[in-house]
């Protein structure tokens, strides 16, 4: 099994956040995305967090991706926890 590998960013405006979420979607570089509006953040000035899952192969075309794409932003990865029966905790049909 790849290792998989959660990747995070923000972006301004939910029509950008929803333009590379179906980017991403449609490049198969993500198995899971969840979009989701930054606490505190106002109609103007709308941020949104993606929340992203691909494998450890596929994380630096997805950043590619992001920044050909025009994103400036931080993006955070880190790897997916497993539990003892080795299942990713997102999975469905997790113990």
Request: overall charge negative.
């Amino acid at each position: 099994m790849a290792a998989f590998i959660e990747v995070r960013t923000t972006v301004e405006g939910h029509e950008r956040a929803a333009v590379l979420a179906h980017e991403i979607l449609g490049a198969d570089l993500a198995t899971s995305i969840d979009i989701d509006e930054v606490p505190g953040s106002s109609a103007g000035t709308s941020a949104w967090r993606l929340t992203l899952i691909t494998t450890d192969a596929h994380a630096p075309a997805m950043e590619a991706l992001l920044r050909a794409a025009g994103h400036t932003g931080p993006i955070e990865s880190r790897p997916v926890t497993y539990d003892v029966d080795s299942y990713p905790d997102w999975m469905p049909g997790h113990p």
